[in-house]
């Protein structure tokens, strides 16, 4: 049997026995199996050095001795910045800057005092020869499975295989964790495997203390299984654990991200208002300068889309001048997430836009308005 069937069939299993908890470390091991198999060849010397010489290490310049006036986000990215460029220095044979590069990476650790921060520091600070070009070559993999992944699944397949090989052999803990992650993005985005991706999100849950950013994520994409799942509550309360950990690490776009997530939850559990406050909360916060613009502005077709479906929930079942202001301002907020999509091309909610377009005029004008029809055959286009 394939690793591919293999997969199947546990996801088969899964789906009518639902159990995730008790199957999530032969779940962990089936997919690890299954990327190992689609390995590919590690990056090259020359490549995994120029990736490291071309790349940018802005947040290594933040000041060690003021370090109360970051957040813990910006921080813990420093902190494995500062790990990658000291360890990418000791490869040069460039002792002095990776001394100094270990040193501020360990003020770092010292003030976040999180153990899993502290154990890769110590990791890495006894890594040399052939290991330490492995784990170069990993955050290589790494690196370029978030560039490949959208455009090419197969090799973003591949690539998580190669670093989680590379992980795994140099007991790489947090990178081997950062792989399964990608790994369940696949099988849920990419491969449709969902209560496989579920399962392993549990493992990763069950495996990851300390590690938080990983935690809030994989609760985020835990939460979107939930809402697949139609179990709305379940989906609320990881996103609400996820928004926890974001607020707090002060982290701009998890927080803007999970506020648009937590208001589809209530949208779904009939909690109209609390919806609301949630999208509104989602666009105040993707005011921040430190999220980039185009994340910005998916988020808010996203907000857009489910402010108007508020909106045409309102209308169902009502008529006359209630109605009819409650169509039209979701016929408002629809065609402005249309005008956004058209430039950002954002595809797939473009056909959301146009999809909820038909839906509402049908509702506002009778199921053989022509620009219901038209709505649609532009959403099937």
């Known amino acids: 049997m394939s690793t591919r069937a293999v997969l199947e069939t546990l996801d088969s299993g899964l789906s009518q026995s639902h159990d995730y908890q008790n199957k999530k470390d032969e779940t962990e091991e089936k997919v690890r199996e299954y990327f190992l198999a689609k390995k590919g060849a590690d990056p090259t010397d020359t490549a ?6 071309q790349k940018a290490f802005a ?32 490869f040069r044979q460039k002792t002095d800057d990776a001394n100094s590069n270990f040193s501020k990476a360990n003020q770092i650790a010292a003030y976040l005092n999180n153990p899993f921060i502290t154990a890769h520091y110590d990791f890495a600070l006894v890594l040399d020869g052939e ?86 994520w994989t609760k985020f994409h835990n939460g979107n299984i939930w809402l697949d799942f139609e179990n709305y509550l379940s989906a609320r309360d990881e996103f609400e ?12 776009y998890a927080v803007m991200t999970l506020y648009e997530r937590l208001a589809l939850a209530n949208a779904r559990l009939k909690k109209p208002n609390l919806a609301e406050k949630y999208y509104h909360d989602s666009r105040q916060a993707a005011a921040s300068t430190e999220i980039k613009p185009e994340l910005v502005m998916k988020n808010e077709v996203r907000c857009l889309i489910g402010l108007g479906n508020l909106n045409y929930q309102k209308a169902v079942g009502q008529s006359g001048n209630d109605k009819e202001k409650q169509c039209r301002a979701a016929d408002l907020l629809f065609k402005q997430a249309l005008n956004l999509t058209n430039q950002i091309n954002y595809a797939s909610n473009r056909k959301v836009a146009l999809t909820n377009l038909s839906e509402l005029y049908k509702l506002w004008r009778g199921p053989n308005d022509p620009d219901a029809q038209h709505y649609m055959d532009l959403a099937n286009q």
Not at 48 to 53: L, Q, R, T, V
Not at 245 to 252: E, H, K, N, Q, R
Request: proline share 1%; net charge negative.
């Open 48 to 53: 995994m050095e120029h990736h490291f010489i």
């Open 131 to 216: 290991p330490l070009k492995k784990k170069l070559k990993a955050e290589r993999c790494y690196e370029l499975v978030n560039q490949t992944l959208a455009s090419d699944k197969d090799m973003g397949v591949e690539l998580i295989g190669t670093g989680l090989f590379l992980a795994i052999d140099i007991q790489d803990e947090k990178r081997r964790l950062d792989f399964l992650s990608k790994s369940q993005y696949v099988l849920y985005e990419l491969e449709s495997l969902q209560h496989v991706a579920m399962s392993l999100g549990l493992y990763l849950l069950a495996n990851t203390t300390g590690y938080e950013t990983l935690t809030g």
């Open 59 to 90: 947040k290594t310049n933040l000041d060690t001795a003021a370090l109360a006036s970051y957040s813990k986000s910006y921080l813990e990215e420093a902190f494995y910045e500062l790990i990658n460029l000291a360890l990418f220095s000791r």
């Open 241 to 252: 654990s996820a928004l926890d950990w974001a607020l707090d690490s002060g982290f701009p």
